[in-house]
Structures are given as structure tokens and as C-alpha cells.
């Protein structure tokens, strides 16, 4: 099935229960513009409640993933009558909605990066779970070479990467190699140039093929207990595991797993 959010800025393709999305502005660099944060916003939305798609990737045409943020149409608004300060906190909360969004989804998304990622780029690629980069990819947040710090990526980068790790790339803003990304862990990891959306499409079909529910929960208890102290985050964990042990899959699985045989998942 192919579809298209907005005026073909984000093309759609489902199989085997994985949704592909492709930023489809090349010639723009595939700018997080307001319509690419609408057409990503809706598309999300449909497809949290579409129990049909198990996994996410989310790759771009062209050599650039993402440039981030368009300068152009925010400086536009610099002629308005409070310099753009409503439009700019407006775009900003919609691009942060967008990663809350991804970060939300019941479906795990993998990111799937050729050509370069640079600012709110980079921060779509660090808010991904999972990150395959060719080899020729690049990462940057290069904010401060033009007096616009990047603060917003830096919410991303500082949940994936070491401190010094993101302070480095936030203060130096240089590009930084795939196979250095890796390393620091804004990527899972690197393949051949052009690879890197059927390597995606490979861990994909692998988390497709488990429990949907399984995996749903999995993901969201993830990002729950990260941002709570250490006991709280075990009282929060055991209390879902308690749950999820209760499950009609969890039963199923483990009885597959003594029994020798495939389970056969209800995704409940």
C-alpha cells in the first residue's frame, strides 16, 4: 500500500506489517518545514492506531536525510510584529511534539540514515529507537556557528549520548562520521553506503515478527523508568513485568520456550 501526507512531502509504503516512511523534499535538503511537521505528525497519529504495522522505519530521498529546521521560513517571520517570537515558539513546540510523538508510539521506529542528518535532523535520528547509518552518513549540530545554540536536539543527544559526548557535539558543531557516531552511540550501527534502509528493513521484520504487545510495552515502560530515580524506576519496572507476566503472550511464549515449538502470538 502506498500513501501520501501532504503534498508527497512524506510517502507512506506498508508490507509485511512495517510502514515506511521517506522524507520526500530532496531538493530542499528535507527540511522539518511546517508542512513535513504536519504530513510526520498525521501520519504518526494513524499509524499508532493502526494494530496492523508492528514497525517504523523512517528513511529520506536524496543525499540528506535531514537539514533540520527551515531558516528560511522561520526568518521569514522576523517581520512580524514581535519579531516571530509566537511562530518561532509555535514551530519549535510542533517539532517537539513530533518527537514526543515518535518517542509515544506503541510501534518501535528505526531510523534509516544516508547523506547527511545536521541539527533538528540530528535530533529526529537521536530520537529514533533504533539508528542504521551508511557508511558515508554524517551527524552535526551546528547551531552555534550561526548564533542559534541547539537547544532542542540537545534534549535528544543528551538522552543517547554520554555528556561529554553531546557537549561536544553541541559546542564544537562539526560533522561527525558514521563510524564516530557509532561509537558514541547516536547510531546502532553502520553499513555499506546504501544499505542502510534494507538493513533497517532487516531489524524491522525481526521486531515484526515478535509480540506486538510484548513489544508496546517494552518500549514505553523504556522511556518511562529512564527519567525516574533507581528504586522508583525498579518498583515502576517490576510492576509492569508483574503485568506483562499476567499476559496472554507472556503465557503463550514461555510455554513455547519449555514446550520447544514457535508461539503462536495473539499480540495480547
Request: glycine fraction near 8%.
Amino acid at each position: 500500500m502506498n500513501a501520501h501526507a501532504g503534498p508527497q512531502l512524506l510517502l507512506r509504503e506498508d508490507a509485511d506489517g512495517i510502514a515506511t516512511l521517506t522524507l520526500n523534499r530532496p531538493e530542499a535538503r528535507n527540511p522539518l518545514s511546517e508542512a513535513m511537521l504536519s504530513a510526520l505528525s498525521e501520519t504518526l497519529a494513524a499509524i499508532a492506531a493502526d494494530q496492523k504495522v508492528r514497525a517504523v522505519v523512517l528513511a529520506a530521498a536524496g543525499p540528506v536525510f535531514s537539514a533540520g529546521h527551515d531558516l528560511k521560513e522561520m526568518s521569514a517571520r522576523r517581520a512580524d510584529a514581535d519579531r516571530g517570537r509566537a511562530y518561532f515558539a509555535e514551530i519549535l513546540g510542533r517539532c517537539s511534539g513530533v518527537m514526543q510523538q515518535i518517542t509515544a508510539l506503541p510501534q518501535p521506529v528505526i531510523a534509516a540514515v544516508e547523506g547527511t542528518a545536521t541539527a533538528a535532523g540530528c535530533q529526529l535520528v537521536a530520537t529514533c529507537d533504533l539508528a542504521i547509518a551508511g557508511e558515508g552518513a554524517r551527524f552535526c549540530t551546528p547551531g552555534v556557528h550561526i548564533g542559534l545554540f541547539c537547544s532542542t536536539p540537545m534534549v535528544a543527544l543528551s538522552r543517547n549520548l554520554s555528556a561529554k559526548h553531546a557537549m561536544e557535539m553541541l559546542l564544537l558543531g562539526e560533522m561527525v562520521p558514521a563510524q564516530e557516531a557509532a561509537r558514541m552511540g547516536l547510531i546502532n550501527r553502520v553499513v555499506p553506503a546504501g544499505e542502510a534502509l534494507t538493513e533497517a528493513k532487516r531489524l524491522a521484520a525481526v521486531i515484526a515478527s515478535k509480540s506486538a504487545a510484548t513489544v508496546k510495552v517494552g518500549k514505553r515502560t523504556f522511556y518511562e523508568q529512564r527519567e525516574m530515580g533507581l528504586k522508583a524506576a525498579y518498583d515502576h519496572a517490576s510492576a509492569v513485568m508483574v503485568e506483562n507476566m499476567l499476559a496472554r503472550d507472556a503465557e503463550e511464549g514461555i510455554g513455547a520456550f519449555m514446550e520447544k515449538r514457535q508461539p503462536d502470538w495473539r499480540h495480547s
